[in-house]
């Protein structure tokens, strides 16, 4: 840490580092992140430093405030999910393309969500699928591509690559998650648009202190 960076100093008065108590709380120390993640690049060591530190703050009140029973049925995560982020059927019926009713049948537990869907939900709420499915449904690959507890940079492009390679030839859909950064892979994937997703994956992941990489594929 460099506290004696006055960019630093300017940030700890901007937003102190210390426990969140409230949604407002949360809502700034976010957009700050935000900020600050946006020209990482840029940053120097004291404006890393707190970065870091804030992450963990954040990190902390979330788990704290935002945990849902493992043993919950899909369509209560989904319920839960939208009342924690101060949403209602008409913000999920936007958020997924669907008809209102088809939207209400979602949260009612009436019709299944389809793999697309989850994964818009995952990317949205920043959650593991395995929320939203039974757990036979989604298989743990994570093994197969990495062997270090906290890969290295350069394993983490490797694995994404690799998976990226088997995508193509698979009619399974992936997602991979670095510390709650995700991504989704498909065969139908544009490679372009893939590519440049990939692009922004690894550079983000470079961030992560800890790069815990999962990845999950769905039949």
Do not use: W
Not at 4 to 33: G, T
Not at 72 to 86: G, M, T, W, Y
Not at 88 to 100: A, E
Not at 113 to 138: G, N, Y
Request: some cysteine.
């Amino acid at each position: 840490m460099d506290p004696s960076s006055k960019k630093y100093q300017a940030l700890i008065r901007r937003l102190p580092l210390r426990p969140l108590k409230s949604e407002q709380d949360l809502d700034a120390a976010l957009q700050l992140s935000i900020e600050l993640n946006e020209k990482f690049q840029t940053l120097d060591e004291g404006e890393k430093d707190y970065l870091e530190m804030l992450t963990q703050v954040i990190q902390s009140y979330e788990q704290k405030f935002y945990q849902i029973e493992d043993s919950a049925k899909p369509h209560e995560v989904l319920k839960e999910l939208l009342e924690q982020n101060n949403m209602i059927q008409k913000d999920l019926r936007v958020l997924l393309g669907v008809p209102s009713g088809r939207a209400s049948e979602l949260v009612r537990g009436e019709r299944e969500l389809s793999k697309e869907q989850i994964m818009t939900l995952c990317l949205r709420f920043k959650v593991e699928p395995s929320l939203f499915l039974p757990k036979q449904k989604s298989t743990d690959i994570s093994e197969t591509y990495k062997t270090e507890p906290v890969p290295s940079f350069q394993t983490v492009c490797e694995s994404i690559e690799s998976v990226i390679a088997e995508a193509r030839n698979s009619n399974k859909t992936y997602l991979c998650d670095c510390d709650g950064l995700l991504m989704t892979i498909t065969r139908s994937s544009k490679i372009d648009e893939l590519m440049n997703a990939y692009d922004k994956f690894i550079q983000a992941s470079d961030k992560r202190p800890e790069r815990k990489l999962s990845i999950r594929y769905f039949d």
